[in-house]
């Protein structure tokens, strides 16, 4: 994903001086370059990454590694980014009484038509999209807008390679309590069952501290900061195919200018950012752009 941030005057966005995706905004002077990729939106699937095949992450249970059998749903454990940058995970459970960052919310087997499936292959990534991704809405008790508006995302696992090898076909949903950029991840209450059900809780959603969304963390709403994220535009169904770079990029722009303006009360002038992805993204199966609104919070 890229983010641009545009200053907006009443309910127009103002903007001038737009040459084409990828390039930048200038408007009054000010210009704001487009920022941040995102893998697959708020609601990552950071599995997906490169890394080490011998690793099955920090703290490990013997038993779980090179496991064959599915692991245990409902499980919690304490994560770290490296665990979840993992293909497979064999950290040891902990009481979810107990303080922990991850819970699983999805077991299950693969596919029939992904049983001779490469241990890599681009397939495996887009189902744990689509099976993780219903899940965990499910299982948090929101929408597709407001879980990519959350601090809290997903992660998926397979088994190890070892285990694959031995004809093991499981996957493992996790909920944890951050996302990509986090640098550690936040405690989870004794189940995150229902977390987003209702108004969440500032701090269970995603904002930014910095001046504008470019390559700044994303922290709690609870936390002081500068931007929030508050909507979401969808920009086609399941089976249409990529717009292309130019028409998902102003699109958005243009939803997010008059969708934030909304969301803030329509003042005098406003500031605000987007979101936006790229085909990559969208064959694995994003079709949302996120808009960002700049506050004093």
Same mark, same amino acid.
Request: glycine share 10%; proline share 6%; net charge negative.
């Given at each position: ?39 697959? !939106?708020?609601?990552?699937? +950071? ?13 490990? #249970? ?12 409902? !499980? ?10 993992? &293909? ?21 087997? +693969?596919?029939?038509? +992904? ?33 990519? &508006? ?10 190890? &390679?070892?285990? %694959?090898?031995?004809?093991?076909? %499981? ?15 936040? #405690? ?38 500068? %931007?929030? !994220? ?9 089976? #249409? ?5 130019? +028409? ?50």
């Amino acid at each position: 994903m890229r983010t641009s941030g545009i200053a907006g005057t009443g309910t127009g966005c103002g903007c001038r001086g737009y040459d084409s995706p990828g390039d930048e905004w200038s408007e009054g002077g000010r210009v704001v370059r487009p920022v941040l990729r995102l893998a697959l !939106a708020l609601g990552v699937v +950071l599995a997906l990454s490169a890394c080490s095949d011998s690793s099955q992450g920090t703290n490990t #249970d013997r038993e779980q590694v090179d496991s064959v059998e599915p692991p245990e749903l409902g !499980a919690c454990r304490v994560l770290t980014p490296d665990d979840v940058a993992e &293909r497979s995970n064999a950290t040891r459970t902990v009481p979810c009484t107990e303080r922990h960052n991850a819970e699983t919310f999805a077991v299950g087997p +693969l596919p029939e038509e +992904l049983e001779d499936a490469d241990y890599e292959a681009r397939e495996l990534g887009a189902f744990a999209y689509r099976t993780c991704g219903a899940a965990f809405e499910r299982f948090v008790g929101a929408d597709e807008s407001l879980v990519m &508006r959350t601090v809290v995302s997903w992660a998926w696992f397979r088994p190890s &390679r070892k285990a %694959w090898d031995e004809g093991a076909r %499981w996957y493992r949903c996790d909920i944890v309590g951050g996302g990509e950029q986090s640098q550690r991840y936040v #405690d989870l209450p004794p189940t995150a069952k229902g977390l987003l059900q209702g108004r969440p809780k500032d701090r269970w959603m995603v904002c930014v501290a910095g001046a504008s969304v470019q390559d700044a963390p994303k922290i709690p709403c609870s936390e002081p900061h500068t %931007w929030r !994220a508050v909507t979401t535009i969808k920009l086609g169904e399941e089976d #249409d195919p990529y717009p292309g770079d130019r +028409l998902v990029e102003v699109t958005t722009r243009d939803f997010c200018s008059e969708s934030v303006g909304a969301w803030l009360n329509y003042p005098p002038e406003y500031e605000f950012g987007y979101t936006f992805f790229h085909e990559e993204e969208w064959i694995a199966g994003n079709r949302r752009s996120v808009c960002w609104a700049r506050t004093s919070a």
